[in-house]
């Protein structure tokens, strides 16, 4: 029992506490940044902060698992938040029950686009097989993506980088693509956030309102779901 509690620091990164200083600090000056900013998407927080870490990550020399390594803690505190937005879906429930059939073929046609417009666009570059099995989970939350990649042949940290580019390019251009085409209802906004660019979405549909995040939440579990059964699928079909 002892050994357990004295190596809870190194379990949970906390032996190396500067990295996840770092990581607290740029997030909070990137934040800063994006309120400066009047809420410009191209200085959205997790853009700028990934871009302070990796500047400190440069100028050090360190290595990225070093720094992965210190920052555990917060990787184990992704459960728990995941788990907290089950708070506004209860909040919004009869609003969602009264929407489930679009709700339902927004997910399939979502989902689908996503998976067949990757794969389409990677084979017309001709990109190998492997890294189709990588990029088509890119819409999915980032440990779903990295198993459902797994599973279909893929390598893990490639689709985690391509979860993380979908997440904050989406995330930038939403905006202007929902004005463009005239899209106000914070429900369809919150689903098509959720739904393309995972946690990232869900953070920006939660700056726009609780309904938008509401459904954004929704989005990205259901979608985790869907595509988690959905992909392997057709990589198998695929053979």
Known sequence: MNDFVFSLPDRLGVAQLH?????CVAY???????RRSGGNPFFLPVLVAVLIVLGVLWLTDTRYSSYQAGNQLLVWLIG???VALAVPLYVHLSRLRAVWLPVLLALIAGAVTAVVATIAIAWVLGAERLTWASLAP???TMPIAMDVADLAGGIAALAS???????????MV?????????????????????LTAHAIGVARAFQLNETAGAFAALAMGLHAIFGAIL???????LG
């Open 80 to 82: 728990p938040v995941t």
């Open 174 to 194: 939403a905006g202007r693509l929902f004005n463009f085409m005239g899209i106000a209802d914070p429900r369809t906004v919150g689903f098509s956030l959720g």
């Open 138 to 140: 890119k819409s999915l």
């Open 19 to 23: 990295w996840l200083a770092l990581t």
């Open 231 to 237: 992909i392997p699928l057709i990589f198998g079909f």
């Open 28 to 34: 909070g000056l990137a934040l800063r940044v994006y």
């Open 161 to 171: 980088i391509g979860v993380a580019l979908t997440g904050i390019f989406s995330a």
